[in-house]
């Protein structure tokens, strides 16, 4: 089973970028595809964006399209997330999950192992 470690959280204006990162252990990283998602304050949580295994397939909420681009590097064990003209409606705690399955990857419900997440605050 993998372990997910996120970083790179913290406080920014609007208009500026992060960079997200997931380091995974204990696992063929290779296997898994992974997901972004975010919980927002008082809101539930929604699917950001989402890579296959292979990174030959992304996916993206229409809300970050265009801003925000998930990559990973299987060597490394990393999936990251660059975020760029932050919002302050992109203010939330990002999670990162793993899952085996090859379908749904826009679905919380298709990921078995999530990280601790990482907050992410965007003033404007």
Known sequence: QVQLVESGG??????DSL?????????????????????GPGKER???SAITWGGGGTFYADSVKGRFTISRD?????????MNSLKP???????CAATR???RLTSS??????GQGTQVTVSS
């Open 101 to 103: 399955s090859i379908v």
């Open 74 to 82: 299987n060597a490394k064990n990393t999936v990251y997330l660059q």
């Open 46 to 48: 929604e699917f950001v």
């Open 19 to 39: 960079r997200l990162s997931c380091a995974a252990s204990g696992g063929t990283f290779s296997r898994y595809g992974m997901g972004w998602f975010r919980q």
């Open 109 to 114: 419900s298709e990921y078995d192992t999530w």
């Open 89 to 95: 409606e992109d203010t939330a705690v990002y999670y």
């Open 10 to 15: 913290g406080l920014v204006q609007a208009g």
